[in-house]
């Protein structure tokens, strides 16, 4: 019964006439789970099958539940196998510095990393002293302090500290150490990343924002950090504060420079119009230099030299403005100019002798004629009169002329920009060539058949168009070779172009619209 596969595991309970101990014993060891000698009652009967159907059921119930639960141990077994396998190969493999320690400072475990870095194998740093062994000296005694800190408070802290490899050779590492509780110890968990390089940068950094910082404030020239947006001034150096004659840097923060500038250039362009163009070219190029005509605050104006600089700073850039006062460069200037004006008076000097003497020839010789009728006949006829009187007076308006020209052209006075028509100037200028420069040189015009109007320095460009024509007057007369021959032809003309992209290309300054081209040409050598 017992060998049937389908029968093996029913309950058998054996009914028997035989009551001794002996018999049911051996009801017992055959495999019956109950024996009930006769006579049988039938309450009792029922009783104890549906008690051992039970049992059974029971037992079937136990046995699924053990086998579940020996499966879910060998489960949670394999998995906690595999997160100790795990957590080992990430303890070892990670590129962080891992080390535990004990409450008396020996070294439980080291990853891989660590010891690499330190030239130590692992039997040679478990149950070591880990500050004996790692730390300066000069820093064991408050890293000891740390630890009984974390100890007592029982809360993870963040910290640098340098440690020693094998050789001697000290590294700094950032820490992360926390204390572990276990049911049998406890222990610190550490575990850190080299900052020695960044360390480097971070002091290298500072010593380079000192060294800025000192360059900064000794300047002699004033420097300005500002915004690019607003233009407004974040920094200021105590030479800034000294140029614009401001009691402090503070005085110019948030202010503009806008703000230290009249309300037009010197060239009569609006102020805010010639920054805007400045900055974008800044923002565009990296940095422009020019000539700027600020204001200190007390009203007083002055030229300056401005390097503004675009400085890149990560994901946004600001703008540096470099400024130097050339108000003393300005007056050398001017009087360089003077002394050019005068040169260039000297070298006309001999012409407009010759020409004056031509005209004071043509008055003194009328004066003759007439003194002598006079002291012969005692009286000049009235024709003969004005005819004398026209010549002298023409002679005079010529040296009149002669003489405005020349106290204009040497004349001291600052820049005016006013409309000036460049065909007045040019024949202004023609005008004195044709009295100064030697006979020998054709002078050509080509005037524009309209005003050409401009705003300009009227003495500045006739001392520009003078200059150049006396250069081309010697460029065909005293520059030539002993056998060649003296003269030439100097043209002057005056065009109006428009300037298309090509020319804007070439000349960066340029805008599309239309210019006065001015043209000065010679024959002569060079």
């Not at 055959?30 to 006769?38: E, L």
């Not at 900052?195 to 000192?214: F, G, M, P, Q, V």
């Amino acid at each position: 019964f017992k060998q049937d596969q389908k029968l093996k595991n029913t309950p058998i309970i054996f009914l028997s006439a035989l009551s001794d101990t002996k018999e049911i014993v051996k009801g017992f060891k055959v495999g019956g789970v109950d024996y009930i000698a006769k006579p049988i009652q039938k309450e009792e009967l029922i009783a104890r099958i549906s008690a051992h159907l039970t049992i059974r059921m029971l037992q079937k119930e136990m046995e699924l539940m053990y086998t579940q639960l020996e499966k879910r141990v060998k489960l949670r077994t394999q998995k906690l196998q595999q997160q100790i396998e795990l957590n080992l190969e990430l303890f070892q493999k990670n590129p962080a510095y891992i080390v535990t320690i004990d409450h008396n400072m020996k070294i439980m475990r080291m990853n891989n990393k660590m010891l690499d870095v330190l030239h130590f194998e692992l039997n040679e740093v478990i149950e070591n002293d880990f500050i004996k062994l790692f730390i300066p000296e000069n820093d064991q005694e408050e890293l000891k302090n740390l630890f009984n800190m974390i100890e007592v408070s029982n809360k993870a802290t963040i910290h640098e500290n340098i440690l020693k490899d094998r050789f001697g050779k000290e590294i700094i590492i950032e820490w992360y150490t926390s204390k572990i509780k276990q049911k049998d110890t406890n222990f610190f968990f550490c575990i850190g990343i080299d900052i020695t390089h960044r360390k480097k940068a971070e002091n290298d950094l500072l010593e380079s924002e000192e060294r800025y910082r000192t360059l900064f404030n000794l300047s002699r020239d004033a420097l300005m950090i500002m915004d690019p947006i607003t233009l407004k001034i974040i920094k200021a150096n105590p030479q800034a504060a000294k140029l614009f004659n401001c009691k402090n840097e503070q005085e110019l923060i948030s202010k503009t420079p806008l703000d230290f500038s009249p309300k037009f250039q010197a060239d009569g362009t609006l102020t805010t119009e010639k920054a805007k163009e400045i900055v974008n070219l800044t923002i565009k190029e990296g940095s422009q230099f020019f000539e700027w005509l600020h204001k200190r605050v007390n009203g007083e104006n002055f030229f300056s030299t401005v390097l503004l600089s675009k400085i890149q700073l990560k994901d946004q850039f600001i703008l540096q403005g470099t400024t130097r006062d050339i108000t003393d460069q300005k007056i050398i200037e001017e009087q360089l100019k003077q002394i050019q004006k005068m040169e260039t008076v000297g070298t006309l000097a001999g012409g407009i002798a010759h020409d004056f003497n031509n005209v004071l020839g043509g008055i003194i010789g009328s004066l003759s004629v007439l003194k002598r009728n006079l002291d012969k006949h005692g009286f000049v006829e009235i024709d003969k009169l004005k005819k004398y009187i026209d010549t002298m007076f023409k002679a005079g308006d010529r040296a009149s002329k002669i003489v405005k020209q020349l106290l204009t052209l040497s004349h001291k006075q600052k820049f005016q920009f006013v409309s000036v028509d460049l065909n007045q100037s040019i024949e202004n200028i023609l005008r004195i060539c044709e009295n100064t420069i030697d006979k020998s040189i054709e002078i050509k015009p080509v005037f524009y058949d309209q005003p050409a109007m401009v705003m300009i320095d009227p003495t500045q460009i006739e001392q520009i168009l003078l200059n150049v024509c006396i250069n081309a007057s010697h460029a065909m007369t005293t520059m030539r070779k002993k056998n060649e021959k003296w003269g030439g032809k100097l043209s002057v003309s005056l065009k109006q172009i428009f300037a298309d992209e090509y020319f804007c290309q070439t000349h960066l300054e340029a805008k599309k619209k239309r210019y006065w081209e001015l043209t000065i040409e010679d024959t002569g050598i060079g």
